[in-house]
């Protein structure tokens, strides 16, 4: 039975990014590159993909997980000696491989689409997708014969100065028949400026040996960008941002000022939802329909449902309920569960802490390891005291509780529904129900004070 395979290149390291981390794993909107290049591949629903890993090989198999097989290049000669790493999984196999570069983000399941359709079509050995580069600089040219037909790809360092000068580009992804790629790949040598093993040079052997080598033109060079470097992954960042934000737009989203929202690829935001300036949505966030995300919030991997605002807040690993607000400048700490209708205010960080429905924590405040029940009211300026210097304790609020301003509240403790906490109370023990907890010295005003200082001889001051 004729299948369907892909081979993801991912072994280099891309000295070219001068980074510690390798090339195919600098994220693009929140997904490593090579993910995003995974993603569209599988849409295309390949019956194998293999992915050949070398510098970072460990990191680049944890990031993709059980989605691809892998194999090993253990020196990186080249980009056929690459694919020729993949022979024992792949080499008996009959049917059409895809092959495309670990760096090339913005490439679509669309284009591969029309790739394979291309193939097919010209009943093609090898179908390589090419672009008109603007400025072609670094890229493989795609050399034609005069009636057009194509003779091989020519890398940047092999050109002369007239081949140079075509500005048909080698996108790095082609199709090939799989038995013929793979007895190709057997001849090729690695007599070239770089010394490698070039995948390109298949194509001249295929066709050299009489099999149709056909040529699809993608129309927008833009998405075929490899990112060898900062430079162009700010390109392609820019270019997947204003994808990304144009599909929020178009479903419904309001975003007040695109160029300068930035949205990671997998977030999810929901109809008539409202981004403003600034905003950084990010991770695995989520956000519900008719919400406000004021300017210059950060989510990250946050969960947001219908009609929530958030001001100027960030909010890490943490979810906002139904109806709740936030900010502005507040911050939501992982673990932080935000009740439907709850309100927190200005300068307020919540971590690992329940705030139940309704529940007010409107002003400078701090709830760290605390469950809130529901409509409470907490004043300004309230800490929950968690840390002993060694370990992190659990305070409990019950419903309907008044927590009066700059009351700290020690854990553990448990204050128990509809009670009171006396205003700058320091709270070490329980409040029982209905109860008012009061810790604080009592006042006493000392009479005619100013009789005993310096004050009432003082003849400026008794005129
Ligand atoms: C390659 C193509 C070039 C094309 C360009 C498109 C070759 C010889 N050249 O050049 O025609 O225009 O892509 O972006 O194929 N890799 C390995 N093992 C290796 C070498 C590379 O796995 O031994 C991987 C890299 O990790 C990368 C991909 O192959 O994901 C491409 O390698 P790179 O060095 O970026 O090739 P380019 O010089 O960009
Ligand atoms: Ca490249």
Redesign the pocket.
Known sequence: MSGKYTII????K?TRMKSKLY??LHPVCGKPMVDHVLTEVEKTQPDEVVT?V?HGAEAVEETLGDRSAYVV?ET???????VLQAEPLLGDKDGMTLIA????PLLTADTFEKLFAYHRDKGAAATILTAKAPDPT???RIIRSEIGTVQK?V?QKDATPKEAEVDE????VYCFDNQSLFKALHQVTNDNAQG?Y???DVIEILKKAGAIVAAYKMTHFEESM?V?DRVALAAATRVMQTRINTAHMRNGVTLTDPSTTYIDRDVVIGADTVIEPGVQLLGRTVIGADCVIGAHSKLVNATIEDQVTVTSSTIEDAIMRKGSNIGPNSHLRPLSDIGEGAHIGNFVEVKKATIGARTKVGHLTYVGDATLGTDINVGCGVVFVNYDGVKKWHATVGDHSFVGSNANIVAPVTIADHSFIAAGSTITEDVPFHAMGIARARQTNKENFWDRTPLATDPEWNK
């Open positions: 290149l991912a072994a280099g891309g090339k195919v050949v070398g290049q990186q000669l080249g980009t056929g000696h690459a570069n670990g760096d090339t670094g890229y493989g790809i890398e580009i080698n996108t790095g490698e070039y995948l390109t490899g060898n």
